[in-house]
């Protein structure tokens, strides 16, 4: 799906009521056999596949997240927290400015989840303008029905099973699976309640056994999100109706 | 080209000494025929062609930029000054940490130029780690040539024939010539030394006449482009040697 | 117990390696029959029984926090993100220098939760200082276990039995059990994704049902989050010595 | 007395007029016999005692302050002087939404006095919402007809007979008159326009003789001080009168 | 020309439609013959002549700019780039609350350029008070038609005959001729896109031959840029009328 | 006195041990009499009397200043406390890497008294470079001595016989005594607890009777003045003395 918008074009549709997506993603280490622009992947397939059912207008993506954890692994390059919640505030002051009824962000990245959710409640103290943040809801269920291999823990699923079939879904010239390996990090009994990086927890990086992936499990578990996600969006935007009749102004 | 590198890959290249190429983009209007993303599609193009030239490493694009001058088009999504001064100082941080040798941002929006001087002069006073920031060297000298319309005047090159030609060569599903109209505005006495917002310019949004473009010339606009900006890259890198062995310490 | 620790004394316990527990708290609506610092009362209580258990020096309370999830319930007083992170980051610096060998923050309210987890992860990454932030661990068992009412869902106790329970046992004073009233809001069904302020929630600021509150709950509830958290402690500072022999300069 | 409130206790309380008093103190050292929360322990016995006379309500108080004078002696945690004005930044603007008519900041804590005051008047040129800052009004006088050692100069009164009097007189568990050991540092000819640390001017931390401290002489210093600062704020409420019906909006 | 406006008097000149100007300089080597304040000394001459023409008042300078790029001779003292931008940004405000029609900046130093204009723009996007800044427009073609030395190349006219001639037509005590020497430095073939500073470049600072400045020249230098200045500020006054009957209210 | 040093020059004077003199104005209403710079003037008049006397080498002037107090006054032009204290922070760091011994500030505004002591603070915090801020020492004792008028009261000389008679001194010529009138505002009880903005206090801006004032006084005043300060700068750098063979890396 294109997020080729002529500027006529995107302004038209944000006044007939589209609500725009943005995929916000990351750039960080998913082991050896995933590319680092994973998240960005995986937030920009789900995104593209909620478009046409929410009416929704896909925006490019944000490539680049807050992933310090990921530090201690190579090519992993992060933004800093501030810089994730000044780059979602200036989007969210821009769609309101430019007349859009609400926002919804897709995020792909764990360390993004707090400077996004920041940014959207400082858009509804300030003007009421309605940010959903999606954090891959349904994932847990979907991945209980459709994977095959044990979960790392902790909810975290980071180069294992399930991402790998999604991006194997979507850009299977991205993984190399030959180089998918499992491991199953011991999680120190002080976590997560202690700050630990990634690299302190294992040696691949991989959280979970990537081996079971298959481009098939993957598009079930992109259909299984976009229900779920769906579902919400839907309820988001009519519980939150944006009268958009008014202010063009700054915030 | 791909920006799918997995993190080991990405680190040896870095610890090989390929230099990373980073494009920096817009989402701004371009008028009714281009895309709002034609700066970021432009930049990456660059890139890309510069990758096996320079001996680089593409990286993922940053699709939105400091661009309010459009803010009053439709669909214009700028970020602030300060954003995109942080999007880059964080990116330096990160690959300074991750021992790359350089940093090379392909610039494509004009009011990217200041915040990236600003970051790239942050950087060197801070722990002299190189970074060059590319905005078009040699476009006006490709278009003199290769060009058949008149330039718009003081180096503004938007939605004419130069973009629409290279957006023709690289992504021709993004552009509608039908909407192609010419427009060259009359600039005030005072601009630019006062500010003006585009919209105060001209009707448009189209500073040029993209009409005459065509995907060849946009080829041969890229070549050109291309070679300017490998040979000062390769002066670059010449100049600014870093050593590698050092600090990949938190700056 | 007290915090009237003279300087030399509190000086030795740190220099004889107890850590110090830092209660974090809020000043917000906890319905008609709790008082607006419910939190700090919680926290205080709980890092007090905390600290002969695991060798811990007990520093005053901060008595505010980011709440302004309440800002629409009268009394509430709220700090906001960046104000709750540099508290914590300055008295994080200030142990640092001291050479105190770790912190823990004993926090009560949800709204610290993201700046808290951001100051301790940002200590980690400056200088390596131990900072862990405990959450109430052990909260959802312990109430299964000692509750007679309902949660209100969400993991959300506010205002309950739970909460009304401790503070009976620790501050009977403070509790006006003739005017505690149960209140199960009905969530929307994009909660808690949507961003929600608790008076578009609920009528009372009630979150379950605090008419089954007693002090001798209470203490049981506090016994079992004590034992959670001594244990997490344990492991805390097990797994993250601090070399106290070092540097006591500026961070 | 207690800052126990409930949420509709504390908005009814405002509503009809009365004025909150926050006292904010510091965590310092205080010489070997006094606590290292000398200063809050004062500034809510103050507070404590004009509530009853000038219609005034209870603020729990803010047990840190800036206090980085004081980093050179053992268990001194200081915030910075952007803290501490953020801190009363925030209260102010959440009192101005909740309807209050004023606030009474009792401060206890030298350093706290410029980011106090600078908050103060950002309130006044914001939104015209009155703000008073206590700095001990009539204490050299109280001390003068009640003191019975001579005071230390420059208007400090640290770990002496004043300060010592008090705590005596409100917290006498923390006090340990043992340890007392007067000290008068010799201040250099370039004090106070040069900065200079506490550890810099004196060995024991104490400017003034504590040793002649009574909890006599400490309530009769607190009833000088309460009438002192009554009378001041009296005026302050007469002369800034606040129209309560006004906005609740954001600042 | 004087700056000493009494507050009536000021209060009158802007309300009678006088247009403020202020020159803003910098305290940067300026090789060994002239001063490190010749930013401010120009800048300040160059305003002294404009105001009788264009109905100015002057303003007193600011004497220090962003110039770290100079850091590396002796005696330059650099503002940081936002500290340039923040005393541009409250004069604006000031001037704006203070009823007046306009802002013209007279810019002296090449690193205030871009804060500067960042500054200006910020105030036409917040309230559209409108701001000129000047960068000595038409001194190419000035230099071209009375400098008789080869100008340094980039645009680049530093401790020159034009710097030199107009300070010795406006503070002749503060040149030594004696020591005036010329240096043409070879620019490295990625300046200036690459980040470079003076001291990189050359061994004196000089960026020319200011041994052939006079002050005639300096005058006739001054004469050309008044004329093109003042036809620059007509156009802007004329093209950005301010209704001076609004607000005053704060920004 | 000039500031026309070359950059040797300064080097020279730096390395040698001149200790830099920076006078740090305001641009305020002084009533109808004085000029808007009388801050300045004044600050730059003491800083170059003391050069000779102190080894000191006179730094341009800062010509604005944190004067909001005055804002109800026409043409007055006030920084913020956050900007003045940036510019005071970069100027210290700058002089530290140049490798100045230390810096005496002679302020000249009441407004600045607060940030430049807090710049100050941090420059030692931060590196020990010495900073002294005068803030006009014996001014008190001076006019008892001098002054024939009565003081306006709480130290408050503002367009008065002292300041009026100092600028008569060193700039009649911005003077117009026969706008000159007396007044002496009434302060209110809570004054200076409460925040006030001088034109709530005065009618005419005057604090005084500046008709007493003559050149003579003026004359005389100054030199108390600069005996007292030259005093306090011989102390201070006696008892701060700065190594400066050592860093001239940045802060």
Chains 1, 2, 3, 4, 5, 6 share one sequence.
Do not use: W
């Not at 006529?8 to 916000?24: C, E, K, T």
């Not at 992993?76 to 769609?95: C, E, H, K, M, P």
């Not at 969006?233 to 009268?243: C, N, S, V, Y």
């Amino acid at each position: 799906m294109s997020t080729h918008h002529s500027s006529p074009d995107l302004g038209a549709l944000l006044a007939a009521g589209s609500v725009p997506l943005l995929p916000f993603g990351a750039f960080e280490q998913h082991g050896p056999h995933l590319p680092l622009s994973t998240d960005t992947i995986m937030a920009r397939a789900l995104a593209e596949r909620l478009c046409p059912v929410v009416d929704g207008v896909l925006l490019p993506a944000v490539e680049y997240g807050q992933t310090t954890g990921n530090d201690g692994f190579p090519g992993t390059l992060s933004l800093s927290f501030d810089t994730v919640r000044a780059i979602a505030g200036d989007l969210i002051s821009a769609l309101h400015r430019q007349g859009a009824r609400a926002l919804v962000i897709v995020n792909g990245d764990f360390g993004n989840r707090a400077p996004l959710a920041l940014a959207a409640r400082d858009a509804k103290e300030r003007n009421g303008f309605p940010v959903l943040v999606l954090n891959y809801p349904g994932m847990t269920e979907a991945f209980a029905a459709i994977g095959t291999s044990r979960p790392a823990g902790f909810g975290l699923h980071h180069a294992d099973e399930l991402e790998t079939s999604i991006v194997l879904a979507v850009a299977p010239e991205a993984v190399d699976m030959s180089r998918a390996v499992a491991e199953y990090p011991v999680f120190p009994p002080d976590f997560p309640d202690a700050e630990y990086g990634m690299a302190e927890l294992g040696a691949t990086g991989v959280f979970g056994d990537p081996t079971h992936a298959t481009a098939e499990k993957g598009e079930a578990l992109l259909d299984a999100l976009t229900a779920a996600a769906a579902r919400l969006i839907g309820d988001f935007l009519r519980l939150h109706p944006q009268d958009r009749t008014g202010d063009r102004t700054r915030d």
